[in-house]
């Protein structure tokens, strides 16, 4: 699924719990750059902290980034997109990706879903 997911710290999050505050997500000592902290179907919700460098590898399934904190430059595929808080990312499965110059401190909520290869945007209904 996610190559650095086995490097995740998993926390004590059932699939019963529907809420999660950013403090919840943010207790205890992070020694890794990702927590695992909501399953739900093909659904999985991290929170990811990149320590001075962002290492990942393109992902087999679509994902969504929400930005907690920080600022900096987002690479995905060719282009550069400049982030801060409360912006929203997202980077179709296989799409290369990383942050850069986002300083000492960064945080963004991941989201990753769907099947592998990602879903076909055309193939869903629209709702609104």
Same mark, same amino acid.
């Given at each position: 699924?996610?190559?650095?997911?086995?490097?995740?710290?998993? $926390?004590?999050?059932?699939?019963?719990?529907?809420? $999660?505050? $950013?403090?919840?997500?943010?207790?205890?000592?992070?020694?890794?750059?990702?927590?695992?902290?909501?399953?739900?179907?093909?659904?999985?919700?991290?929170? =990811?902290?990149?320590?001075?460098?962002?290492?990942?590898?393109?992902?087999?399934?679509?994902?969504?980034?929400?930005?907690?904190?920080?600022?900096?430059?987002?690479?995905?595929?060719?282009?550069?997109?400049?982030?801060?808080?409360?912006?929203? $990312?997202?980077?179709?499965?296989?799409?290369?990706?990383?942050?850069?110059?986002?300083?000492?401190?960064?945080?963004?909520?991941?989201?990753? =879903?769907?099947?592998?290869?990602?879903?076909?945007?055309?193939?869903?209904?629209?709702?609104?």
């Amino acid at each position: 699924m996610v190559m650095v997911m086995t490097k995740a710290k998993h $926390l004590d999050v059932t699939q019963a719990r529907r809420a $999660l505050s $950013l403090k919840q997500a943010s207790s205890g000592e992070n020694t890794t750059p990702f927590s695992i902290l909501f399953t739900h179907g093909s659904l999985v919700v991290e929170v =990811y902290q990149p320590m001075t460098t962002d290492h990942q590898k393109p992902h087999d399934r679509d994902e969504c980034y929400v930005i907690i904190e920080g600022h900096g430059n987002f690479e995905m595929g060719d282009e550069i997109i400049s982030f801060g808080p409360g912006d929203f $990312l997202f980077v179709p499965a296989g799409l290369p990706h990383r942050f850069t110059n986002f300083g000492d401190t960064m945080s963004t909520w991941v989201m990753f =879903y769907g099947p592998n290869g990602g879903e076909n945007a055309n193939s869903t209904e629209k709702s609104g």
